[in-house]
Each structure stands twice: as C-alpha cells, then as structure tokens.
C-alpha cells in the first residue's frame, strides 16, 4: 500500500514538474504579432445593358399592328413590281432573241422523249438530235405544203360562193323582214366600200411593216433550229451551269425545282399536241361529212388553235362556221356550228382531265389572265407561251416553297462534271 501511495506521488510529481517546464518555455517565447486579414471589396462592374434597336420610330406606337405589316409588305411589293417591269420591258427590247428561245424551249419539251429513244437505241447524241429535229422539220413542211396546194385550190370556187352569198344578203335585205329599199341596200355598200379606202393607207403600211420584219422572221427560225439543237443535245449541261450560278446551299432546291419544272412543261407540250390532235381530227372527219370547202387547211387551223386554251379554239371552230356558211349555207353552218361546240365539250371534260391531269391543272380564270396579259405584251406568240409559263412557274414556285429535310452537300446534284 505505501508503495502504490509512492508511486503515485512520483507520477503527480513528474506531471506537474512536465506541465511547469511547458509553461514556463512557453512564457519565455515571443509571442507572434497578429495580422488580422482582410479582403479588399472591389465594387462589381454593372453589367452592360442590352439596348434593343428598332427601326420603329416612336410615332409608330400610334399606328396598329396590322396596318404596319401591311406598310412592310407594301414596300416590298412595290420593289418587286418594278424589278418585273424592268425585266418586261428588257424583254421587250431583245424579244427577237427570247420569243426564239422560248419556242425552242416548247419544241424541246416536245421533242426530248424521242431523242431519249433513239438514245436507248445505242446512237450518239448529236445523231439521234439531228434525225430528230430533221424529222420534225420534214413533218411541218409536208403539212404546211399540203395546206397551202388545197387552200390555194379551193380559193377561187370559195369566192365565188362568197359573192354569192353577199347577193343572197342582199335580196334577203330587200324581201325579208327588214324590207330595205335599194338605195338604202346600195348606201351600206358605198359605206362599206369607203371604209375600205379610207384603211387603205393603213393596210398598206402595215404590209410595209411586215415586209420589213421578213428578216427579222428569218433570223428568228434560225435561232429556233440551232437553240432547239442544242437544247436537245446539251439541255442538262445547260441547266447544271445555270443551277451553279446560284448558292451552293440553294443549288438542290434549286436543281430540284428546275427538274419539276421541265416535266410540267414535257407534260403540257405532249398533252396539247394529244389533245391538239384529237380536236383537229374531230372537227376535220365533221367537215368531210358535210362536204365543207378547205376540211384539211380548217384542220391544221384547229391543230394550232389548240395551243392557245379556251381562246384558240373558239377562234378556230368561228373560222370554221364561217366557212361552212360562205360555202354551204346557214345549215351546214349550224350543223357545223354544233360539230365544233361537241368537239370542244369532249376537250374540256374528257380529254384536259384525263391527258394533262392535275399536274399541270390551271385554273380558267388564270389562264385567261395570262392569255390576255400575253397578247398585250407579245401579241399571238405571248398568248402561245403564256399558259405554259404559268404552268411551270406553278410547279416551281410550289416545290421552292414546300418544307423539305437538310440536304447534305454532297447530294448536290450538279456538282458533277459534265
């Protein structure tokens, strides 16, 4: 027991000896200055404020939403109006170069498919184009040489039907219902005839203006021929060189609205000739029937009526019951009259529907809008172009505007050489 009590003396003994020796070398140690440590505040730079630039003036606060965008429109309408101007009236000034160009286009159209058989047949391109467009020429002047022997022909008994139909009237003035005297009969024939002299000068510079377009005439079938060659031959060189001409990103739309385009015109021009065709057929087989003077020239005249809708085919089937009048009489008229009205009826609810269908489908209304705005601007070869032009800016336009998935470059279909 005493030496458990010793033992714990020697050990509170060495502790508080330990902890005095701790305090005392800590006493003697130089305590450290403090340095109290700060941070700086740096005052936040304001954050730049967003400032919104509108092209709006205050007053425009004033004026309603929808009046502003139409404003918007407006303008932009006005710019786009007066681009086209420029380019009509541009186009008026070289028409000897682009109502060549644009006939080639049609024959192109229509005479591409047999190019692509000959094609298939193994023979080079320049051949099978140039056997083509032989054929083609060597059929139009067969037909216009056919034309012209019975017209030609035909003409003189034709007068004389026609002066005897003018007799006819006469007597009819005098004994019919409207019991004219002979002098009054004889003063509309001295009207008449004053007329005709007092146009004459007119008619006359008129046949001098066109004398001087002979040249004109001529350079314009040249340029027909060699374009529509070409066109057949090297179309798709053409039109890739146009398609590289514009935005790489807008080259397949672009490419893709052309190639829409063409075949709505290969379609319009093929479907026209068919339904040409048929019509002229038709109208021909009715004028044998009747044994009507010139049954093949009126034909041919339908056949080219027929380019022009609604409006070529009425002018047509008129000189047709003209005819039939002068040489016939007014019941060969009225049969004729009737034949021609059935003709028409079978081209608007049969064959337009079934042939061209709703591809190159046009509303009436714009179609006699463009016929109309053809003939002002161009005369008869603005109203021949002017349907199909609608019919292809239709199709453009539609594809250009219709959503479609990113293309990748390298589906640029006219990056390709050749």
């Known amino acids: 027991m005493n030496r458990f009590r010793r033992v714990r003396d020697n050990l509170k003994k060495a502790y508080n000896s330990g902890r005095e020796q701790v305090r005392t070398a800590r006493d003697a140690r130089p305590a450290p200055e403090r340095e109290e440590s700060y941070t700086e505040f740096v005052p936040r730079e304001p954050e730049p404020e967003i400032v919104h630039h509108s092209t709006n003036s205050r007053d425009d606060a004033d004026v309603p939403q929808p009046l502003r965008i139409a404003a918007a429109w407006s303008w932009r309408l006005i710019v786009v109006g007066v681009i086209g101007l420029a380019l009509l009236r541009l186009i008026g000034i070289i028409s000897v170069v682009v109502v060549p160009l644009a006939i080639a286009l049609l024959l192109s159209a229509l005479l591409g498919p047999a190019v692509g058989w000959l094609l298939r047949a193994r023979l080079p391109r320049s051949l099978a184009t140039f056997l083509v467009l032989i054929g083609g020429l060597a059929a139009v002047a067969g037909t216009l040489t056919l034309v012209v022997n019975q017209f030609i022909n035909g003409l003189p008994s034709l007068t004389e039907n026609a002066s005897a139909g003018v007799r006819q009237i006469q007597n009819w003035a005098r004994t019919g219902p409207l019991h004219l005297s002979d002098a009054q009969v004889d003063q509309a024939i001295d009207s008449a005839q004053e007329w005709v002299n007092s146009n004459t000068s007119q008619l006359t510079s008129t046949g001098i203006a066109t004398a001087a377009t002979i040249a ?19 179309g798709r060189k053409i039109f890739r060189f146009i398609v590289r001409l514009f935005p790489v990103n807008a080259r397949w739309s672009i490419a893709d609205a052309g190639d829409a385009s063409w075949a709505t015109l290969g379609a319009y021009v093929r479907a026209t000739v068919l339904v040409a065709f048929i019509d002229a057929v038709g109208i021909g087989l009715a004028l044998l029937v009747l044994d009507v003077r010139f049954p093949f020239p ?3 005249l339908v056949f080219l009526g027929a380019f022009i809708p609604i409006v070529g085919a009425s002018i047509s089937g008129a000189v047709a019951v003209l005819v039939a009048l002068v040489d016939k009489g007014w019941v060969v008229a009225l049969l004729t009259l009737g034949a021609v009205i059935l003709v028409q009826q079978l081209e608007g609810h049969v064959l337009q529907p079934l042939i061209m269908g709703r591809a190159v489908a046009i509303h009436p209304l714009a179609v006699i809008i463009g016929i109309a705005c053809g003939v002002v601007l161009a005369g008869i070869i603005g109203a021949l172009v002017a349907v199909p032009l609608i019919a292809v800016l239709n199709t453009g336009v539609r594809r250009l505007s219709r959503r479609r998935p990113e293309v990748p470059p390298d589906a640029v279909v006219v990056t390709a050489g050749g």
């Open 216 to 234: 004109e005439v001529a350079t314009g079938l040249v340029l027909v021929l060699f374009a529509t060659f070409f066109f057949l031959r090297d």
């Open 298 to 300: 009126l034909a041919a």
